[in-house]
């Protein structure tokens, strides 16, 4: 976390220009945080992360989600937050039904942290990010800065899973209010082997996009 903040606080030394949150993703003058949490996972995270996950599907499968429907969204968005949050109400009505409904309890797919510090992941993005392309989007400082700092998790992946679980269960028996204080107090941290991965991806992404614009003219 100390050394995140320290890469906030000097991130403009590496040529790194400032972000800018688009207008309609700050919370609104008299918008509570349930409902700025709500809008901003129905304007952001399904059409922008979501909608990736469907992409890998459609060329095999129709994909039809009956609770994204208008007439069930819009009737959600007019519930009050506490009836939202927690998918409260949606929990009461599932509750009742039978035969009793089975959910998924964790996930089916690796820690990313466990993924991303494995010597084999490591190896191949240190070798994407000390490239000559790579230098050409990033200062060779600010990429030998994160490479420098990656480290490779050498311990056992039953563990981290185990360790994974009993934080996360931990994390249930806190009560919401608590959590949520907890949270707003909370300075923001980032892994980084995560902030490692993000730069390789930026310059993946530019350099198959700049082939493509090359390619069209």
Request: glycine share 2%; no cysteine; proline share 4%.
């Amino acid at each position: 976390m100390r050394r995140f903040r320290q890469l906030e606080k000097n991130y403009k030394n590496y040529g790194i220009p400032e972000q800018l949150i688009p207008s309609y993703m700050l919370q609104g003058k008299d918008e509570s945080l349930d409902t700025w949490r709500d809008r901003l996972y129905h304007q952001f995270r399904i059409p922008t992360v979501l909608s990736a996950l469907s992409d890998l599907k459609l060329g095999y499968v129709e994909q039809i989600t009956p609770l994204m429907s208008d007439n069930i969204i819009t009737t959600v968005q007019n519930l009050p937050d506490k009836l939202r949050t927690d998918k409260f109400l949606f929990k009461k009505i599932t509750k009742n039904l039978k035969p009793k409904l089975k959910y998924a309890t964790k996930s089916a797919t690796s820690d990313p942290q466990n993924i991303l510090s494995s010597s084999e992941v490591l190896s191949y993005i240190t070798k994407e990010l000390s490239s000559p392309y790579a230098k050409e989007i990033f200062s060779e400082e600010f990429l030998h800065m994160i490479i420098k700092k990656s480290q490779i998790n050498k311990t056992h992946t039953t563990k981290n899973k185990y360790k994974s679980w009993l934080k996360s269960t931990l994390i249930k028996l806190i009560p919401t209010k608590i959590r949520i204080h907890l949270a707003s107090n909370n300075k923001l941290s980032i892994d980084n082997n995560i902030l490692m991965f993000r730069v390789y991806i930026i310059i993946y992404m530019h350099q198959r996009l700049s082939s493509t614009e090359n390619f069209s003219e």
